[in-house]
């Protein structure tokens, strides 16, 4: 069959976790919910394990495994609290990967997420670098595989970001139709102007990139996509799978994909019975021989591009504006009054990055005299994240200790890494999506910033909150109590900021 449909589905929500206590705290909002992983949970991602499929008569038919069928990402962090919390839930998510590989070719329905969610072209090299290898180490514990494909946080993508992907084999990434440039067939010498969301989604594009290297770009049909995300499309499982069926070109012969990116959370919690709507899709379009259900990994490796493609630089799947919405004062949000500005997002922005930067430094300083390379140190922390044992940590350190470290030097390394994952956390693109800054996405990213400097003062003695707040003074609050970026860390981080920065879940670890 030449025609083929690939829904996927990507499942993302940011560390929510108490960086002093390394759990989720309760949230009032989420009532009545602990939380809103837990609600979310309840929602979408344990109703999609087991979705019942209706008969004629109304009653239940059967019942699926949405992730079987469909191309899915999960942020890691997110993967990670549900292996802590839904265990049965994960077990289920890591086996429809599984089970997928019967239906694709051998090719799995799960790709990798860059790790916590980091706008990719407004990050530095190192953090470029990073994010794609914890997000790959990531997926390869869970699903005991290499990732052809991995998401980038919402889309957001710049050549740079593309080299970084293709230097670790990363084979293909998903985009919106807006953010190609130019595209032609692989051999002419003209270029077709496709900058106003004008290139044909249903073919794989070649990006070929100035190192040499290259990568698969999909570009998704962004029609279809938003119907389902802001619309009324999954109202009715059937009108879905016509709807997806239906967007073919007809009197084309060649092989095409007609595919789909939403968030994940739109299958159940943004859209009550949306997975019900999702699973009834699958099932009419395999059911009707509509076309050969699909993976954007699985495609690719029996479709290989004939096409070509350039990117627009600094561009994004949400974001009319570029990435503007995660670094100025651009109108993309949706706030209560038209009169809210987000003029905070650019001081906010400055702020992380100035911390960033003084923090490199102090833990390059500080534990370079212990370990033989600090960077490829930090690369290699993932293990111990995603291990929390005193075989890993000794693995770890007699892998990049220079010398014999004592227990205290040990912890000195541990409390400096700590603050490189936290450091990497106050840039999780939530805390600038919405819009004010006493949010509380961009509350959590000040509390990992406030844990960074903490950290890193009782290791080094060196303090930055100064330099932080001075900053934070200059983004204006829409809400009058808070006045200023400054006042929402006076009021609402730094009150709940134990004085003991002890590391406990690693501390008790360290052999002595």
């Not at 839930?89 to 089970?99: H, L, P, T």
């Not at 690369?379 to 000794?394: P, R, S």
């Not at 693109?429 to 000040?446: A, N």
């Amino acid at each position: 069959m030449n025609r083929h449909i690939c829904i996927h589905s990507h499942f993302y929500q940011p560390p929510r976790e108490n960086p002093w206590l390394e759990e989720v705290e309760r949230q009032e909002s989420a009532f009545p919910y602990h939380d809103w992983n837990d609600r979310i949970a309840a929602e979408c991602y344990t109703p999609n394990t087991e979705t019942p499929i209706l008969g004629p008569d109304e009653k239940v038919a059967k019942t699926c495994n949405n992730y079987e069928k469909i191309s899915f990402n999960f942020g890691p962090t997110l993967l990670s609290w549900i292996q802590r919390r839904k265990p049965e839930v994960y077990n289920k998510i890591i086996n429809a990967d599984k089970e997928s590989q019967t239906h694709f070719d051998g090719y799995g329905s799960a790709i990798a997420q860059v790790y916590n969610h980091m706008i990719m072209p407004l990050a530095n090299k190192r953090d470029k670098q990073t994010q794609i290898i914890w997000g790959m180490r990531d997926f390869e514990s869970r699903f005991n595989r290499k990732p052809e494909g991995i998401w980038l946080a919402e889309t957001a993508v710049d050549t740079a970001t593309l080299e970084a992907l293709a230097d670790h084999g990363i084979k293909f990434t998903i985009l919106a139709p807006r953010q190609a440039k130019r595209a032609r067939k692989i051999g002419d010498t003209d270029w077709k102007d496709v900058s106003r969301e004008n290139i044909d989604t249903k073919m794989p594009y070649l990006c070929k990139l100035p190192s040499g290297r290259e990568i698969a770009l999909f570009f998704y049909n962004a029609g279809i996509s938003q119907g389902i995300a802001f619309g009324n499309t999954l109202s009715n499982g059937e009108d879905f799978a016509n709807l997806l069926a239906g967007s073919f070109d007809k009197s084309g012969n060649q092989p095409q994909l007609v595919s789909i990116a939403v968030d994940g959370e739109t299958f159940g919690h943004h859209k009550r019975y949306g997975n019900m709507a999702l699973a009834y899709c699958i099932h009419c379009i395999e059911e009707n021989n509509l076309a050969e259900v699909s993976t954007y990994n699985s495609y690719l490796a029996n479709h290989p591009p004939k096409h070509e493609v350039e990117i627009i630089e600094n561009s994004s799947w949400s974001c009319s504006h570029g990435i503007e919405r995660w670094q100025s004062n651009c109108p993309c949000g949706s706030g209560p009054s038209s009169e809210w500005t987000q003029e905070w997002r650019e001081p906010l922005r400055n702020a992380v990055d100035m911390l960033r930067d003084k923090l490199a430094a102090i833990f390059e300083e500080g534990a370079g005299g212990f370990i033989n390379d600090p960077w490829q140190a930090r690369n290699d922390y993932i293990d111990i994240l995603l291990n929390k044992t005193e075989a890993e940590i000794n693995n770890f350190f007699s892998k990049h200790a220079a010398k014999s470290l004592s227990k205290e030097e040990k912890l000195i390394v541990l409390k400096l890494l700590e603050t490189q994952k936290y450091a990497m956390f106050m840039h999780t693109s939530c805390g600038w999506f919405f819009d004010d800054i006493s949010r509380i996405e961009t509350v959590q990213i000040m509390r990992c910033a406030a844990r960074a400097m903490q950290l890193v003062t009782d290791a080094t003695g060196a303090s930055q909150e100064d330099d932080f707040l001075k900053i934070l003074k200059q983004a204006p609050s829409n809400v009058p109590d808070f006045k200023t970026g400054a006042g929402v860390y006076e009021q609402l981080v730094k009150p709940t900021i134990p004085e003991n920065s002890n590391i406990m879940s690693l501390e008790s670890l360290i052999e002595p």
